[in-house]
Each structure stands twice: as C-alpha cells, then as structure tokens.
C-alpha cells in the first residue's frame, strides 16, 4: 500500500500555526513511507473564501519547506462530483429527502433544548412519503444514518474511539440549492484522491464518526484516522494573539528560520526521547504517529526563539546573506553596493552567536551602512571626550602602518598601542567602538574593523577627531 495523506485547508483566513503544525506532520509520514502527500483547498464556503488566503496557504508551506505531489484540488471545482455521490445514496435508500422548512428546524431544536436533549434532527422526513411535501418546496438530501449499535474508529493517536450510533442524527449532504455540504465533500474526495491516513485536529474527532459513517454507505474504505491534540499556549490556554504571532506568515516576517520553525513544529506534541535539535532528513527518518502525545502541546515563543537562535549560528554564511541583505535593503530603500555586501559578509560570522532573529542580525550590521558621519548615541558621545579622542589620533597612525587587516592582527595592534601608552585597553577599545559603530554597544570591535576595511575604519576615526 502507498501511503496518501493530505493538507486540506479552508482558504477563509491566514494559515494557522496549528494548520502548519498538521501540514507537516502529514508531510513527514508520507515522506517516511515513500508515499505521497497532496494539497486540497477546501473552499467551499464561497463567501468567506479569498485568492489572498489561497496564496498565504502556498506561500506559507513552501516557506516552511514542505512540497506536495501533484496539482493542488481545490474543493468546489468538484462540487458536481460530490453531488452525484449524494444522488447515487438516494437512489439506493441511503438518503433521503427532507422537506422541513428552516422554521421547522428551529421550533425542533429549540423543544429539544428545552426537554434537556441534544438539539439534532428528528428524522420526521426518514420514512416519509415525498408526496405529503408542501407544494413548491425544494428539498435537502439527508443521510440516513444507522440508529442502533455505534461507529468505532480506531485512531492511530487517541486509540478507539466510540460512539452510540443513536447520538448521531442524519446529516444533510446536499443543500436545497443543489451544494454539497463539507461533510460530503470530504468523504468524497478523500476516497477520489485514495487518502490512506488522514492526520488532523482532535477538533475534528467528532467529525470522524459521521464521515466513517459516509465512507461504509457508499461501499469504500475509510482512511486510518490521527487526531493530534491542539496547541495551546504556554500558560495552558487556547493559544492566541497574545501568546505571540498566531499566523505562520507572521514568522518569516519576525526573523524566523523556516528550518527552526520546522524543528519547533515538530516538537510540538512529538517527541523522540531527549532530542531538541532534529534535522529534517532526521525528521522523516524518525517520524511515526505511536510519539504524538495525547495532551495538548505548549506553545512557547522563547524557546522557539531559543532554537531560532541555534539554527542561526549553525547557518552558514550564504545562506543567512540573502534574507538579511533584504531586510537591511528595505530598510535603506535601496540596493547595497559591492563593496557593502562584502562588508556584511565579512561582519555576519561576528554577528551570528548574539542574534535570535535574522531581524537582530540587520539591525547588528546596520552600522555599517549609516552615512557619515554617524550619529552618535548617548553612551557614544560620553566615550568620545577629550581623552577618548586623543587616543585615537594616535591610534589612528599606528593603524595606517598595519598591512595585515585581520581581526587578529587588528587586536595585536590595539593591545600594543595601550601598552606604549601605559593604558588600559578599553581606554582605545571603547572610543574605537563609539567611532565606528556611533554606539557604546557592538559586535566584537576587531571583527567590526575587519568587516569595515582599512578605509572605512580610517575614516570614521578620522570623523570623529578632526575637531
């Protein structure tokens, strides 16, 4: 058997983080199984759907590195596949027509609430002759639902899982205007598209029931069912705004690696003992539904920044480049020169141990890019005095002489000038910093150097002690 699973979002809203979560998950079984994994859009709520949630789903999943086989299916381009699904069952008794107007159905629920029941359908129509129909009226086609024993769905996460088949009323299929409802829908094309294990939210656990329900009416096979628990946050509450960005595209816009926000995800109500750092090749190596716990996952923005942070210093150079170029690019409203890139090539090694975001690392190279002469901050204005100045005058010539513009060599140099001088090394280092970066915080100050070149350097010394 080829393993099939599907991402199967509605493109009514930003793609969630726990959407994501799913979506890889589903894509790290069938990629352990050698299977396929394939996007369906379930856009059937024609209202509330939009193209730019449709782009945010695409543009989200390739950016957290997931590809699908195939085309994506979008829902209701097959709504007349659906249609004649509910048909068929109606021409073999397993449906039927309900002609109960809408306040019908009101005055039926709302007696059920008030005899304590649960407010589902009565089944008035189910072995009702069509001929007593009210003249004109169009009806629904509801399921007829099995009324005795229970439907059982043995889940790969939440184990069996019963229910009494007498809690469960008919479902309708196809609206009176002629659309499939969701239920359907997805029964339908879970069996067009041979979906072998359909992987989502307990959220959907009740659904499950009505679909396996589905699935044996029209003679298929249900796939094997995987209800992963949903995220919460890190105080145990329903994870929303305020526990962080919500939105998977919030991410790669706060200075996420798409590896790291995979890691996290992943960890997310799976585990594989004591691992934290797991490789995507990992990933899929080690990927089974038996670790996906029963209880709800925390979601905790610090350690997703924490691991953030690894990722960054395991990058290498040409891979951190391009994002923090752009970022730093956006922010100058134009493009780095030759010469600039270079510069940040040379810094982002420096860069990279105190950085959590992409975003900290443009913000930490930002200085190299200032006009000059750069502002000063506070903390700067203090260490440039009369004797901060003096000693980079100095300093100043004994840097023209070095032909070695190392970071090592550069401390060598530094270290010898305070020694000459009788003087402490932060009494060159520190008025250096404020110099060249216009702040009393920075990276390094002789990888700062080396980044900035000779010429740089020199003239930013030369900014701030000619008067």
């Known amino acids: 058997m080829t393993v099939v699973t599907r991402f199967a979002p509605s493109p009514t809203g930003y793609l969630h983080i726990g959407g994501a979560r799913t979506a890889l998950f589903n894509w790290l079984f069938s990629r352990h199984h050698q299977g396929r994994f394939l996007l369906r859009i379930e856009d059937t709520d024609r209202e509330r759907s939009t193209e730019d949630a449709v782009r945010a789903i695409i543009e989200g999943l390739r950016w957290l590195g997931l590809d699908w086989d195939g085309e994506p299916v979008f829902q209701f381009a097959r709504a007349s596949r659906h249609a004649d699904v509910a048909r068929d069952l109606l021409a073999k008794g397993r449906a039927y027509h309900c002609y109960c107007t809408p306040e019908e159905l009101a005055e039926m629920r709302e007696r059920a609430r008030a005899e304590g029941r649960s407010p589902k359908y009565d089944g008035r129509w189910r072995d009702r002759d069509p001929k007593e129909a009210p003249p004109g009226a169009k009806p629904v086609i509801r399921f007829k639902a099995p009324q005795s024993g229970e439907t059982v769905v043995e889940d790969l996460v939440q184990g069996r899982v019963a229910v009494a088949n007498a809690e469960l009323d ?31 939210g307990d959220d959907h656990l009740t659904n499950a029931f009505r679909q396996t329900q589905l699935f044996l009416a029209c003679g298929w096979q249900p796939p094997r069912y995987a209800h992963i628990p949903l995220i919460h946050g890190a105080d145990g509450a329903k994870l929303s705004k305020r526990h962080g960005a919500v939105a998977l595209g919030d991410y790669a816009h706060l200075g996420l690696l798409s590896e790291a926000m995979r890691n996290y995800l992943l960890r997310l109500g799976w585990s594989h003992g ?115 100045k003096a000693a980079l005058r100095a300093f100043a010539e004994r840097l023209s002489t070095c032909s070695d513009w190392s970071a090592a060599t550069l401390e060598q140099a530094t270290r010898a000038e305070a020694e000459a001088k009788g003087l402490k090394l932060g009494a060159i280092a520190q008025p250096l910093r404020a110099a060249l970066t216009g702040s009393s915080v920075s990276p390094p100050i002789f990888d700062v150097m080396a980044a900035l070149g000779r010429e740089a350097t020199l003239g930013r010394i030369t900014d701030v002690t000619r008067t």
């Open 274 to 388: 004591d691992d934290e750092i797991i490789p995507t090749a990992k990933a899929i190596e080690w990927f089974n539904l038996e670790s996906i716990g029963r209880s709800p996952a925390r979601f905790d923005m610090e350690k997703l920044l924490s691991l953030n942070a690894h990722y960054i210093r395991e990058a290498a150079g040409d891979v951190l480049r391009p994002p923090v170029a752009a970022l730093i690019e956006k922010s100058l409203a134009r493009a780095l020169t030759t010469e600039e890139g270079i510069q940040l090539d040379r810094l982002l090694p420096a860069l990279k141990p105190r950085a959590r975001t992409l975003i900290e690392l443009a913000n930490g190279a930002a200085f190299l890019f200032r006009p000059r002469p750069l502002p000063l901050d506070a903390g700067a204005t203090k260490q440039l005095g009369p004797d901060g």
């Open 170 to 200: 008919d479902m309708v299929l196809l609206r009176a205007d002629g659309t499939p409802t969701y239920m359907l829908s997805v029964v339908v094309d879970d069996h067009d598209m041979a979906i072998t294990h359909a992987i989502r």
